[in-house]
């Protein structure tokens, strides 16, 4: 069944207007008696929808009784990345979106390339936060990961509560993950894990991370691209969750 966000999600006659209209209407194609599953990212409802008319830019829509989403996250999961260039935080917004992720921090590193004022800042959390309301549309979540400003490491580091299972990536850990990890899953404990950008993290900002009570580990000897972490680890808390 085709899914869209409708923010403010609530039952009965709607006049919908912007880029969910756009995507309905031109994307989509749909027109009047086209059914969808309407979804509030925000708050993790949906309901079933179908479109009464397409005048111009306005569809008008019937929103029908409100459910709790079909795929709530199991647990808190919070994945913080270091600021990557180019659009490699994107890919990784969107692969931590599908793959169960429910807050992205992206933090600033030393060897973060790209450094952000306050206003360019705001800026690309607002674009992560679109990215991430697409991905969860694709991917049938009806619940957005929550996307913070960009912060400092070390801020980011301490915003995670104690009893999260928290683990720190560094290529040159010699503790292997997946032991802890597998510990952590089985008493459903929240999960947190950091990951460096282009170059990996610095002996203080590892350094850091330990003195705050988060596990530093390894994923093994092969060498893996920053966009690409996420995605092999949060796939795999996704397989072996019980």
């Keep these: 069944?085709?899914?869209?966000?409708?923010?403010?999600?609530?039952?009965?006659?709607?006049?919908?207007?912007?880029?969910?209209?756009?995507?309905?209407?031109?994307?989509?194609?749909?027109?009047?008696?086209?059914?969808?599953?309407?979804?509030?990212?925000?708050?993790?409802?949906?309901?079933?929808?179908?479109?009464?008319?397409?005048?111009?830019?306005?569809?008008?829509?019937?929103?029908?009784?409100?459910?709790?989403?079909?795929?709530?996250?199991?647990?808190?999961?919070?994945?913080?990345?270091?600021?990557?260039?180019?659009?490699?935080?994107?890919?990784?917004?969107?692969?931590?979106t599908e793959l169960g992720a429910t807050r992205i921090v992206v933090a600033a590193t030393k060897r973060s390339v790209v450094k952000l004022d306050e206003a360019r800042g705001a800026a690309r959390a607002n674009r992560w936060s679109r990215i991430a309301r697409e991905a969860a549309r694709q991917c049938g979540r009806s619940e957005a990961p929550r996307v913070d400003p960009p912060t400092t490491w070390h801020e980011a580091l301490a915003q995670i509560d104690a009893a999260t299972a928290r683990f720190c990536l560094d290529e040159n850990a010699h503790l292997p993950l997946a032991p802890h990890l597998f510990e952590a899953l089985a008493r459903s404990a929240p999960l947190a894990f950091a990951c460096g950008p282009e170059g990996g993290l610095d002996e203080a900002e590892v350094a850091a991370a330990r003195s705050a009570g988060w596990t530093v580990a390894s994923l093994g000897p092969l060498t893996l691209r920053t966009e690409t972490v996420a995605a092999a680890v949060l796939g795999a808390v996704r397989i072996w969750s019980p």
């Design 1 to 96: 069944m085709t899914r869209a966000p409708v923010a403010d999600l609530a039952p009965g006659n709607h006049g919908l207007e912007g880029p969910v209209a756009h995507y309905l209407a031109r994307v989509l194609r749909l027109r009047a008696g086209s059914a969808f599953v309407a979804f509030d990212p925000a708050r993790g409802l949906e309901a079933d929808a179908h479109v009464v008319s397409v005048e111009g830019d306005v569809v008008t829509v019937q929103i029908g009784p409100l459910r709790a989403g079909k795929t709530p996250s199991e647990r808190p999961l919070t994945w913080i990345q270091g600021f990557a260039k180019a659009d490699k935080c994107d890919a990784v917004v969107r692969d931590a």
